[in-house]
């Protein structure tokens, strides 16, 4: 079945560790995305890439970093920059052009929590 | 920018009853999309339902319908026979009408409990 598979679903980070999150596609989308979801702030857009070889910043893209080398995946990494990185981090994916009224589908998520 | 608010954090509705869940937004957009997410425990995003703006009737699934107005810029969720399987977390969002590769905008959720 197509989908979007997030890995890992928990992952824990040391102080002054860069991590990365796993996010990979099978719906041939062009388009996917990474939100933060924290307790109370409903889901934020940390970063979002149209193509491949291209991204653009989202609303709370301060810390993070995120490259999209192929159309399957978007990792994203959390640097040692991003003092309060303690969230559940939730990837999706779209189809462009047409599709404009189609919806995001989502992964799983992962739960990052400090060491 | 673009925001949407969801003035009501919790809700709670018995089995069987009806429920309905507010989100307002700010737009200067004519033409854009808005959407209904559910949220249960295990923290999958699911789609209940979605509108296009420049429709006039209200979308509809099943037990799940919503009260477009856009003059208002009022996108209300009704669930009619709720039931257990209902509880979660319901987020409103709205998306800019570029194409279907724009980040949607999200508010802050309404988390529904179901009583028995």
């Known amino acids: 079945d197509g989908g979007i598979t997030q890995s890992p679903k928990y992952l824990f980070r040391k102080e002054g560790q860069n991590v990365t999150l796993s996010c990979e596609q099978n719906?041939?989308?062009?388009?996917m995305y990474w939100y933060r979801q924290d307790p109370g702030q409903g889901l934020r857009l940390i970063y979002y890439s149209q193509i491949v070889n291209d991204f653009q910043k989202g609303d709370i893209a301060e810390g993070y970093s995120v490259s999209r080398e192929k159309k399957e995946s978007f990792p994203l990494t959390v640097t040692s920059a991003q003092k309060n990185p303690t969230a559940f981090y939730l990837c999706?994916?779209?189809?462009?052009?047409?599709?404009?009224?189609?919806?995001?589908?989502f992964g799983d998520g992962t739960r990052l929590s400090i060491l | 920018a673009q925001t949407v608010t969801q003035s009501q954090p919790e809700m709670s509705v018995q089995e069987a009853e009806t429920v309905t869940l507010s989100c307002t937004y700010d737009?200067?957009?004519?033409?854009?999309?808005l959407f209904w997410y559910k949220q249960p425990p295990s923290r999958q995003m699911i789609l209940v339902i979605r509108q296009e703006a420049y429709k006039q009737q209200n979308a509809t699934e099943n037990r799940f319908s919503v009260n477009f107005q856009k003059a208002a810029k009022s996108f209300s969720l009704k669930i009619s026979d709720s039931q257990l399987g209902d509880a979660a977390m319901y987020f409103c969002?709205?998306?800019?009408?570029?194409?279907?590769?724009?980040?949607?905008?999200f508010g802050k959720g309404t988390r529904l409990s179901v009583i028995a």
């Open positions: 737009t200067s957009e004519s033409d854009y999309y």
């Open positions: 719906l041939n989308h062009d388009a």
């Open positions: 969002a709205y998306r800019r009408p570029v194409s279907g590769n724009t980040p949607l905008v």
């Open positions: 999706a994916s779209s189809i462009g052009g047409r599709g404009r009224n189609q919806p995001q589908h």
